[in-house]
């Protein structure tokens, strides 16, 4: 009776809302018969597979019985192993999509051409810059950084994996300004340069999300040293967000998927670019610090 009662439970979902077998399989694996267990556990190790396979083919994978297969079958609801078969193969098609979308984007297909591909990307791309323009337009908040930074004894910028594209490019560009400068990442070095921050330094992050535990780390350890901490992002109410003393949106939010993540990386580096001019514009117009750096 126990083994009955997950079956009933597929069986429910497989009749109003076929779409999630291959999620009702997964759930009533652990109670299942031996038999049906080894069955359910061949569809689900490869649905592409079973969405493919004869009755034998499955059959033989799951070391089962033809007959056992379609007693499981009709137990879920299914009029026959073909009407089985196929509810597998859509789910797994649907699951493959859905990962496809995840990782890129639903306005991207797998059939696209490169022109289609390359104008959907441009499109997110020119949608971010728009928005930093809106997000930026009253530069005051950015302004008060670039003071501070343009005189700040260093500047330590923070940034990892995509983040760190930007953040070494501000890193780099700091120095051709003038102004000292060191790039971290991960979970170790903040500590270490923080030893000899001071409040004539600032910290800076770039984070699409704000939530990375490397950067909570730097910011906790240039804080306390009293050192001014901000953060350019695209999640003003996240951990980093509600950590660092200033806040700068970049005006795109975070996405899903990667199409999403480097449209924001356009209005992060954007936001960056802006900021590294207006120091660069404060550096020129104090030219004894100028010639002495």
């Known amino acids: 009776m126990t083994n009955q009662r997950p079956v009933d439970d ?7 809302e076929r779409e999630s077998l291959l999620s009702q399989l ?22 592409g597979a079973a969405g493919r396979s004869t009755i034998t083919t499955l059959a033989s994978r799951a070391d089962a019985d033809p007959a056992t ?7 879920l609801g299914y009029d026959g192993y073909q009407h089985f078969r196929s509810a597998v193969a859509r ?19 797998p ?24 997000s930026l337009a009253d530069a005051a908040e950015i302004e008060r950084v670039a003071d501070r930074v343009a005189c700040a004894v260093r500047v330590y910028v923070y940034g990892e994996w995509g983040d760190g594209i930007v953040a070494r490019e501000l890193h780099l560009r700091l120095i051709r300004a003038g ?6 990442e991960g979970d170790a070095s903040p500590g270490v340069f923080a030893a000899s921050a001071s409040v004539d330094d600032v910290a800076i992050a770039i984070s699409r999300t704000g939530a990375e535990r490397g950067l909570r780390q730097f910011f906790d350890d240039m804080s306390s040293k009293d050192v ?7 999640a003003p109410e996240s951990p980093a967000g509600q950590a660092a003393d200033t806040v700068i949106f970049t005006g795109t939010g ?13 209005s992060d580096s954007l936001a960056a670019s802006l900021l590294w001019v207006m120091v660069m514009q404060r550096r020129h117009n104090m030219p004894k610090l100028h010639e002495s750096s």
């Open 179 to 184: 102004v000292s400068s060191w790039h971290l």
């Open 69 to 75: 297969i379609t007693r499981f079958v009709s137990a």
């Open 228 to 234: 001014p901490t901000v953060v350019l992002t695209g």
């Open 111 to 134: 059939t696209d051409t490169a022109d289609t591909v390359l104008n959907v990307l441009a499109r997110h791309r020119v949608r971010a810059i728009r928005s930093t323009l809106e």
């Open 10 to 16: 597929v069986r429910h979902s497989a009749s109003t």
């Open 91 to 109: 789910d797994a098609g649907r699951d493959e999509f859905a990962g496809w979308a995840r990782d890129l984007s639903s306005n991207i297909s």
């Open 26 to 47: 997964q759930i009533a694996l652990p109670s299942l018969s031996p038999a049906r267990n080894r069955i359910a556990a061949a569809v689900l190790s490869d649905p």
């Open 254 to 266: 975070v996405g899903p998927n990667w199409t999403d993540y480097v449209a924001g990386r356009e």
